[in-house]
């Protein structure tokens, strides 16, 4: 999932395959960080979110900041260890 500024990419999410689980990532440019609340944001975080609770194995992701691991938190993922968190299944 791509959210644009201006026409051009400022963060992507999405799930990766990798070793028998999914990995869910985000990463977006500076730019975007405060429309991250914007509703076309949340839209899209919600549209990943989705792919998440249908996908049929382990999803991991990694929470290195407050903010992060909050919103994670809130998505529904379990805490696992260190900065790692686990879709519960």
Known sequence: MVVTLDGKPA??????RDKGMLTYFTEYKDELAPM???V???RA?????????????PVITVAQHDE???LIERYGFA???????????
Do not use: H
Request: hydrophobic share 45%; net charge positive; glycine share 8%.
């Open 40 to 42: 076309r944001v949340q």
């Open 79 to 89: 805490y696992l260890n260190k900065d790692y968190y686990i879709w519960p299944r």
């Open 45 to 57: 975080a919600l549209k990943v979110m989705k792919w998440v609770r249908q996908a049929k194995m």
């Open 11 to 16: 963060g992507i999410a999405g799930l990766v």
């Open 36 to 38: 991250l609340k914007d």
């Open 68 to 70: 992060g691991k909050k």
